[in-house]
């Protein structure tokens, strides 16, 4: 069977030549035209590889400092060896003929970024169709690079640029008059008032990381903060539990709230009082009419995770997601490359999450491991001692993230969530916030609730 799906492209694409020519020719003649085009398309929006190498040139030469018309653009290609393949001196000289005096520029950029974006779906399309014709093609794989790449081209299409004070004043003020009415930010409430005030509520387009070692209780204090959210402040949220089940989950946000022990849950021992039916049924109502949303997918790459959010986000709304745990994210597809290390993965990844936070205006919270060196860096008696650097397998960790908390409880015998039915402290220590103070706040933690709360004092590094 004759294969139909590999057109001569190059025939097919859509192109506009004369407004290509149009733009190049008026920055040719006046460079003050550089900065409109620049600053709506670039080099690669052209379709002729000789007008790629002409705006290239132009934009580098002004960029320098430099003048840019027919002679030094001629001279910087000649250079660089790319004179020939541009043209040469005389299609470069005849792309400032008929250039009319009072140019509608905005026109023709229009022109060229609109034919750009759709050579960019017919190609991304005819990628899709030569692998989707694959018998070993994997659907959900090809579906997620889709839509990854339809987001690139209408994100390029998104004229970003300079806002005048003029326009951000009056915006800005409205929102500080709007803090000291009601005395709070817009941030989000964690349901624990210390550490609310030292970060004014976690913040939309924000990355957070909660750090610690493991059995530290992590995941508990996500899960403390996603049903405070959810039924204390009525908030949607999505939970992406790569490291346990639904199930799990379900579990240890029930013993939290029903304040029944999460191993008397598990394991009937010991079983439960009639008493402790009642609270498990008040706590069961309240949690199913919460908008808690999880996703417990043991193999989550970040391009799934993003696709599934924008569909949560679309279809249920969505004010914040909690990701548990970073490091267990794979990156898979075009994202992946042959040789990156595992640290350049999560790179990946922590990119990835601060641009799907910033994409969907809302707080991203991320559990990360630490790695041993607080251990070995304190003292039997002052305890771990954390840094940024503690973030396992990336530094990108702590430059991407807005806000890193690490969480430290003394009793490191037992596990998180484990049946240890004492009570306690955890430090959470604010290590890193973009926008605001560090510090020191104490958590009360009941073990086998698996449930943090308030406590009574504070203690500023």
Known sequence: MPNRLTPDLNKALPFDEFAE??????????????NE?????????????????????IDNLVNKGQGADTVTVSGYLKKKDELKFAGGYEYINSLIDGIPENINLGE??????????LRKIIITSMEVIQKGVDQKADTESILNELQEDIIKISGSRVLGGFLSTKELVPETVNLIEKIQKHGESRGLKTGFTDLDNITSGFQKANLIVIAARPSMGKTA????????????????????SIEMSKTQVMMRLLALKSRISLSALMSARPRLSQKEWKQLELAASELEKARIHIDDSPTLSIVEMKTRARRLKNERDLDIIFVDYLQLMKVTGDLLRKNDTRAQEVTIITSALKELAKELDIPVVACAQLSRAPEQRGTRREGPRYQLSDLKESGAIEQDADLVMFLHREREDQTDGGSGGGSGTADVIVAKQRNGPTGKIVLA?????????????QYEE
Do not use: C, P
């Open 108 to 117: 023709y950029i229009k022109v060229v970024r609109d034919q750009s974006a």
């Open 21 to 34: 020519r149009a733009i190049l020719g008026a920055m040719l003649i006046d460079n003050r035209y550089v």
């Open 37 to 57: 085009v620049f600053s709506s398309i670039n080099s690669d929006d052209f379709y002729s590889e000789s007008h790629k190498s002409v705006a290239a040139a």
């Open 221 to 240: 204090l996500a899960l403390n903060i996603t049903a405070n959210m959810a039924i204390e402040n009525e908030k949607s949220v999505g939970f992406f």
């Open 445 to 457: 933690f009941i073990d086998k609730y698996t449930k943090f709360s308030n406590y009574d004092w």
